[in-house]
């Protein structure tokens, strides 16, 4: 594992010493940046991800390819669609 010094400004340290005194997600500052730095790292690649998606539902937009949603059984129909393909991805992201 590499080794990163870092100069944190003296209120963002006491509020993460406090953090960690508090018991809240480290046993020390060093678990607490480590799993910060990983989180972020986490919400990059998910933001990467989502500019992906979004991109390709526009192209869907300008190719006609959608559908209406008229009616309370079309809305449940698509929603259980969504969250089957969401659990799906989950589950293939764990393994």
Do not use: C, H, N, W
Request: charged content about 40%; aromatic content about 4%; cysteine-free.
């Amino acid at each position: 594992m590499g080794i990163v010094q870092v100069s944190l400004p003296d209120a963002l340290k006491s509020l993460i010493e406090r953090q960690v005194a508090e018991g809240r997600g480290a046993r020390d500052l060093d678990a607490y940046l480590t799993e910060a730095a990983r989180r972020f790292a986490e919400d990059v690649e998910l933001e990467g991800d989502l500019v992906a998606e979004a991109k390709a539902g526009i192209a869907d937009l300008e190719e006609g390819r959608y559908r209406l949603v008229e009616t309370r059984e079309d809305l449940a129909r698509m929603e259980k669609g969504v969250l089957d393909r969401v659990r799906a991805r989950l589950a293939a992201d764990r393994s």
